[in-house]
């Protein structure tokens, strides 16, 4: 193990690429673009979905589910949406050998589906608001696949929901944001800046794109999730229309969030390290590994007693645990293995531990390695999972503090980030043209401006005119 990974200060893409497969997280599918997520790396997404789902249920929202094919004349209504989607799209022209009357489009996201059926499940501002979400697959077509980051087929939930005022869909629209800031620190352990997209970044049909964004160890950022304000968009295209209590007709306004498992892969480059995965303990699929250590039979059966007593202990305290007792790999292997596997806390223990009472207790992130008698180690190890969950968020903090940037000059910011990447923070016109330039020189994006406009009290950094908005700009996923 862990002989195939480059270094990431050398090759960060290579090292993902090793790390991935390594670690055995996923793998190319058959089909050009699609991937295969093995265990390993789908328990990782189970655990971010059931941290999300647990809140969209707190937040008073149910889920649904609606078909993966999508009549082309109901996407075309949204005029912005389709034009935004088209050449991402997935296309069903046949169905036995036979032309269809009407093409098929595998869903990009779903709220031409949606919004068409909200047409007919809302009539009176007593239906409203609709608090949906569904957990599904969509398509995109990409030409340049990189496994969780950008495949032609992903798992994710959206979010579609319907209210009967503006501020009532803002609130809900900010709401979902915090939902998935709480989700990518307290979880993910992956701090973020928060706020609103340009209008040139906004989603396809949306009047504000709410993102939450991160920087990666090599200095790119990765949207890591959007909640998106609708307006009245797409009840206007799908005509979705209700009785006020005014009792006059009116547009329904919309809100749609997403979270995908890019994610996972948002993760291990967030966290991982020249020698592989380092897993927050709140999604990492093994919290704790014990690997037994002995020659003799005897041996054998003494460890595999205390074993199985700290197994049971461990995973009655609500830990995940599992005891590597496979025989075919020497203790040396295995250990090289779990930490390429990112598993936070690792416990090892062997006759002379049996004897003296104790085990070894080795920490992924701190690395760390202490013996602690076995009652101390299995009474601590709740708090020691939340150290290391603590640990990596921290770094991750402290990664992206180093790599922030006030911009000075638009000379300095464009040889800034071709040199070391990172946030760069500035003053700006607002203006799309000046943001295009911008971003064609640079190679970067606007990732984020502030929730509330926020007076930069400086001319913009490029154009000179006066500066309306302080954007942080970076390269990015
Ligand atoms: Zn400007």
């Not at 401006?449 to 908005?469: F, I, N, Q, R, S």
Request: aromatic letters at 10%; charged letters at 25%.
């Amino acid at each position: 193990m862990a002989k195939g990974l480059p270094k990431q200060s050398e090759d960060f893409p290579g090292w993902y690429v090793a790390v991935v497969r390594e670690a055995d997280l996923a793998e190319h599918g058959l089909a050009r673009g699609s991937q295969v997520i093995k265990p390993y790396g789908y328990t990782i997404w189970e655990n971010i979905q059931r941290a999300l789902d647990d809140r969209f249920k707190a937040t008073g929202h149910e889920n649904f589910m609606f078909p993966v094919l999508i009549p082309e004349s109901v996407i075309a209504k949204e005029k912005d949406h389709v034009e935004g989607f088209s050449h991402e799209f997935w296309t069903v022209t046949q169905v036995g050998g036979q032309e269809l009357e009407e093409k098929l489009i595998l869903r990009p996201t779903s709220e031409a589906a949606i919004w068409n059926a909200y047409a007919n499940w809302i009539q009176s501002y007593r239906d409203l608001p609709l608090l949906y979400n569904q957990w599904c697959n969509v398509f995109r077509y990409e030409l340049r696949t990189r496994l969780f980051l950008r495949t032609s087929e992903f798992l994710w939930q959206e979010g579609h929901t319907a209210h009967a005022t503006a501020e009532e869909a803002w609130d809900e629209a900010v709401q979902m944001l915090h939902v998935y800031r709480e989700v990518a620190e307290d979880v993910l352990a992956i701090p973020v800046l928060w706020g609103r997209k340009s209008a040139a970044e906004r989603f396809a049909g949306a009047d504000e794109t709410l993102p939450i964004e991160a920087l990666m160890r090599d200095a790119k950022a990765l949207q890591c999730g959007t909640s998106h304000y609708l307006g009245q968009n797409f009840a206007k295209a799908y005509d979705v229309t209700f009785l006020n209590k005014e009792g006059e007709q009116e547009h329904a306004y919309g809100t749609s969030w997403g979270f995908s498992s890019r994610m996972v892969g948002g993760t291990v480059m967030s966290h991982g390290d020249d020698d592989g995965l380092r897993l927050p303990p709140a999604v990492a699929p093994y919290q704790v590994v014990v690997v037994p250590i002995y020659r003799s039979d005897d041996e054998r059966a003494s460890v595999r007693e205390v074993v199985a007593k700290i197994r049971d202990e461990l995973a009655g305290n609500g830990v995940r645990v599992r005891v590597d007792d496979r025989d075919q790999h020497r203790p040396g292997f295995k250990f090289a293995e779990w930490e390429l596997k990112g598993v936070p806390i690792r416990i090892e223990i062997g006759p002379k531990d049996v004897d003296a009472g104790q085990v070894v207790v080795v920490d992924r992130v701190t690395r760390e390695k202490k013996a602690l008698p076995t009652s101390e180690a299995l009474s601590s190890m709740v708090g020691a999972l939340e150290s290391v969950q603590k640990s990596l968020f921290e770094d991750a903090l402290k990664f992206r503090e180093a790599n922030t940037h006030e911009i000075e000059s638009f000379d300095k910011f464009k040889e800034g980030v071709e040199a070391e990447g990172g946030f760069w923070v500035g003053a700006w016109c607002g203006a799309a043209d000046c943001e295009a330039r911008i971003a064609g020189e640079t190679k970067t994006s606007i990732r984020v401006l502030p929730l509330e406009l926020e007076d930069p009290g400086a001319p913009c950094m490029h154009c000179g005119k006066p500066g309306v908005e302080r954007a942080t700009w970076a390269r990015a996923y």
